[in-house]
């Protein structure tokens, strides 16, 4: 069973970093999983941010977040990590931590993420 919890969340100016933690038990890492993030933001559905693959390590970022956001993961200490540079007031939004096992779906598809986390709030004022 993979529990997801999230941490790490709060409220920062335009230009500031957040660093949010997930705490990811129950992932078999060699048998090959995608772990990320989703955000939603009022209004909107929710989108891929950045995931990582627990074999190879390759990480999937996306284009509003590329250069600015780091996702990591740390098999040792089961928990997934997002980095946060440089945020914007479009970063806010409740930010989920995702889990499944690798498949044929695109990284950012969230249908195909049976595992989420409760969620935690990220809000960037200008």
């Known amino acids: 069973q993979v529990h997801l919890v999230e941490s790490g969340g709060g409220s920062v100016q335009a230009g500031g970093s957040l660093r949010l933690s997930c705490s990811a038990s129950?992932?078999?890492?060699?048998?090959?999983?995608?772990l990320g993030w989703f955000r939603q933001a009022p209004g909107k559905e929710r989108e891929g941010v950045a995931a990582?693959?627990?074999?190879?390590?390759?990480?999937y970022y996306a284009d509003s977040v590329q250069g600015r956001f780091t996702i990591s993961l740390d098999t040792a200490k089961n928990a997934l990590y997002l980095q946060m540079n440089s945020l914007e007031p479009e970063d806010t939004g409740v930010y989920y931590c995702?889990?499944?096992?690798?498949?044929?779906?695109?990284?950012?598809?969230?249908?195909?993420?049976?595992?989420w986390g409760q969620g935690t709030q990220v809000s960037v004022s200008s």
């Open positions: 990582i693959a627990s074999t190879h390590f390759w990480p």
């Open positions: 995702v889990a499944k096992r690798a498949d044929a779906f695109p990284w950012y598809n969230p249908a195909s993420y049976p595992n």
């Open positions: 129950g992932v078999t890492y060699s048998t090959g999983y995608l």
